[in-house]
């Protein structure tokens, strides 16, 4: 079915999320889009929720390579602070400590691989922040959860679910069956939640943060109460204290 025709991401009335994209295999099969990709980009930008790319990529310049998933997926505008190679949050933190102790006086030799998990993640959370203070039309001020679109079950999944936000973030994992995952087999390590395409998994996101706020709108009186009744006891001690 082509992505274009396909059944429409709801819209929410006030957004809570947050979404990091793996490329391979959840928005591109090698330079084609997969579908419902550029649907679901484009939705997410209209209705003015932030999003970023992670890529284990780094052999290219960051613009060049936003330039080429532009391309592949339709010359869809992205924002510079959108894209995280996964090396060079790694690398910055590398030759910045290298030039403290070393005074700048040679460059270090060494060799980048893999997705580095906290170093990674927190820089994905400021170019998130980067991203919403340079585009205040983003619907950003309640986000609460930070939805992680895997194409893989196995290192990718543990990563996102076991790093401690920086922010006060809750990441969710969303494994997709574009990727290298195949329905009917189990991960290595469970996600939150599978879902077909990417479109599937934002639509699921979105009904799942849906249901948070309902959770929170019903515990909210409750925690009006506690407070309250804490402040009061404060208000006791402090009296208390004074005679």
Request: hydrophobic fraction near 35%; charge should be neutral; charged fraction near 25%.
């Amino acid at each position: 079915m082509d992505s274009d025709t396909q059944t429409p991401i709801p819209k929410i009335s006030r957004n809570t999320v947050a979404f990091a994209f793996d490329i391979d295999g959840v928005l591109l099969d090698g330079t084609k889009p997969i579908p419902g990709a550029r649907q679901t980009l484009m939705r997410l930008q209209e209705d003015g929720i932030p999003f970023f790319l992670m890529t284990n990529s780094g052999d290219a310049a960051e613009k060049v390579n936003l330039e080429d998933l532009s391309l592949h997926l339709g010359n869809i505008a992205f924002d510079k602070a959108q894209i995280v190679q996964a090396r060079i949050p790694f690398r910055e933190a590398l030759l910045g400590h290298w030039n403290h102790t070393a005074n700048g006086a040679a460059k270090p030799d060494y060799t980048m691989s893999g997705k580095p998990i906290d170093t990674t993640y927190c820089y994905g959370e400021r170019a998130l922040h980067d991203l919403i203070a340079a585009n205040p039309q983003l619907d950003a001020k309640n986000i609460r959860t930070v939805y992680m679109i895997w194409g893989s079950p196995e290192f990718d999944i543990s990563d996102s679910d076991s790093y401690q936000s920086q922010c006060g973030y809750r990441w969710r994992s969303v494994l997709v069956e574009t990727g290298v995952y195949r329905f009917g087999t189990t991960p290595s390590h469970m996600p939150h939640h599978t879902a077909r395409n990417v479109q599937e998994a934002v639509e699921w996101a979105l009904e799942d943060a849906e249901e948070d706020d309902k959770l929170s709108a019903r515990r909210e009186p409750a925690n009006r109460w506690k407070r309250a009744l804490q402040h009061i006891r404060r208000r006791i001690r402090q009296k208390k204290d004074k005679m």
